[in-house]
């Protein structure tokens, strides 16, 4: 075994570290000053294809079929995100492991179909909701709860510091949910995405936290916020059956997608200042619900 990584490795490491030293290290600083979360970075980076390295090309990622899904490139991709702006970093980890691979992981055909897409290009944001004020560390005292009314799921309840779940481009939570009880009185806990701009659905105002502070964080609050999709039967471990929102049709896009790197497959920036010169270097360029994933937000 050797823990080497490997030359294309090297050189996509090279490659994101001289996006980020173009496009992000110049501004964290005034971004951190003034609490500002720059969607336009947080989309270059998507059209970077960083969104996508752990996604299957059907929905527009990588297709990294390698021994590690895609995963060693993402930690590459983090860390040197990371290595100029902690903000920025969390904003790619939880677009991706709180965002999309729930979804990816537990979703059904429908729902990845409508929502991955938009998400493993960058142009929109998921939120995983599992933290509530109530209940931090331990998913089993979930208050939220979902109740099934007429084919829709009515949530209410509240979450905390949840991140990428409020932003302008922001497209959609995924939120644990009390459902039921379980045989021996245990809670049953389901996962519902819930669409941006649902009707009793707030996120409230951004966090002034103590760091991280061009990362988009929020509380979040359900009254009577209603979802449409059937009640499931057991076992209820996927994510719940959601409508597709009125106010964002999901964006299929089937351009054609350059690679970040000739050695790497995948996708890369559609129309990037540096794509247009690809011989140069970038310039400009859980713990979670018992039935979803990890969590590390
Ligand atoms: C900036 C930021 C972004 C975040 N983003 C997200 C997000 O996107 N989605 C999300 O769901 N959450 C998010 N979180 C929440 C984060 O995951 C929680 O802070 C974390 O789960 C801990 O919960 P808590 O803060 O309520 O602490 P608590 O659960 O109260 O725990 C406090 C301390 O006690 C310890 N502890 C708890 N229970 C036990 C026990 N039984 N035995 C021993 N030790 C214990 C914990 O390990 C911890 O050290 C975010 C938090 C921050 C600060």
Not at 53 to 82: K, N, Q, R, W
Not at 148 to 155: A, F, H, K, N, Y
Not at 262 to 283: D, I, Q
């Amino acid at each position: 075994m050797t823990f080497e990584l490997s030359p294309e490795h090297e050189q996509f490491r090279r490659s994101v570290r001289d996006f980020a030293q173009a496009e992000i290290a110049p501004h964290a600083a005034q971004w951190d000053r003034d609490h500002h979360f720059p969607t336009d970075v947080v989309q270059k980076m998507g059209a970077l294809g960083l969104m996508g390295l752990t996604a299957p090309e059907e929905y527009g990622g990588s297709g990294l079929a390698g021994e590690d899904g895609g995963f060693t490139s993402l930690c590459i991709a983090i860390e040197e995100i990371g290595r100029v702006d902690q903000s920025m970093g969390i904003t790619l980890e939880a677009a991706v492991g709180l965002g999309i691979n729930p979804i990816l992981t537990y979703g059904t055909a429908a729902q990845k179909e409508e929502h991955l897409p938009s998400l493993v290009a960058g142009e929109q944001l998921a939120g995983f909701g599992l933290t509530e004020p109530g209940a931090g560390s331990d998913a089993g005292a979930t208050r939220t709860k979902a109740d099934p009314v007429e084919g829709e799921w009515v949530v209410n309840g509240a979450k905390q510091f949840i991140t990428n779940s409020g932003s302008s481009i922001t497209s959609l939570v995924t939120v644990t949910a009390k459902t039921g009880e379980r045989e021996g009185g245990r809670p049953e806990i389901s996962t519902i995405i819930i669409p941006s701009g649902t009707p009793g659905f707030t996120a409230e105002k951004a966090y002034d936290k103590l760091g991280w502070h061009a990362s988009d964080t929020h509380p979040l609050s359900f009254e009577d916020a209603r979802v449409r999709g059937q009640p499931a039967r057991r076992p209820r471990s996927r994510l719940r059956p959601v409508p597709r929102h009125p106010r964002r049709r999901p964006r299929r896009d089937r351009r054609p997608r350059r690679r970040l790197h000739p050695s790497l497959p995948g996708p890369v920036a559609r129309n990037t200042p540096w794509t247009a010169r690809p011989s140069a270097a970038p310039s400009a360029a859980s713990r979670a619900s018992p039935s979803v994933s990890p969590t590390s937000g």
